[in-house]
């Protein structure tokens, strides 16, 4: 079992940064693969960024990619998502996810919410042009 809370989410000018936090509970934290999904009000979820569980490697959405930096810290049980150059299509309800290693192996699986067993409860971005 894993509780994973999110913080760091505010009010922001285009071209500004924030950085996102996810607090993770639970003792195996370090075999999850985490993510951090978005959704935009009317719009559905959609995959941003993914980290593998040793941190070795990332993956992210083209939107976001040069932008955006996903890290983590196995120590600390947390997992950070940088943003930088923000854009008001930014704006969304960022949520950071895990799953088993071995389910998210491939990109298909990778960025589908359904593949992912826990989630957080979102924390607000919104980005003012």
């Known amino acids: 079992q894993v509780q994973l809370v999110e913080s760091g989410g505010g009010l922001v000018q285009a071209g500004g940064s924030l950085r996102l936090s996810c607090a993770a509970s639970?003792?195996?934290?370090?075999?999850?693969?985490m993510a951090w999904f978005r959704q935009a009000p009317g719009k559905e979820r959609i995959f941003v960024a993914a980290?593998?569980?040793?941190?070795?490697?990332?993956y992210y959405a083209d939107s976001v990619k040069g932008r955006f930096t996903i890290s983590r810290d196995n120590g600390k049980k947390t997992v950070d998502l940088q943003m930088i150059i923000l854009r008001p299509e930014d704006t969304a309800v960022y949520s950071c996810a895990a799953a088993p290693s071995e389910i998210v192996y491939s990109d298909t699986y990778r960025v589908l919410p359904l593949s992912y067993n826990y989630w957080g409860q979102g924390t607000q971005v919104t980005v003012s042009s």
């Open positions: 980290i593998s569980r040793g941190g070795g490697s990332t």
């Open positions: 639970g003792h195996t934290f370090s075999s999850y693969t």
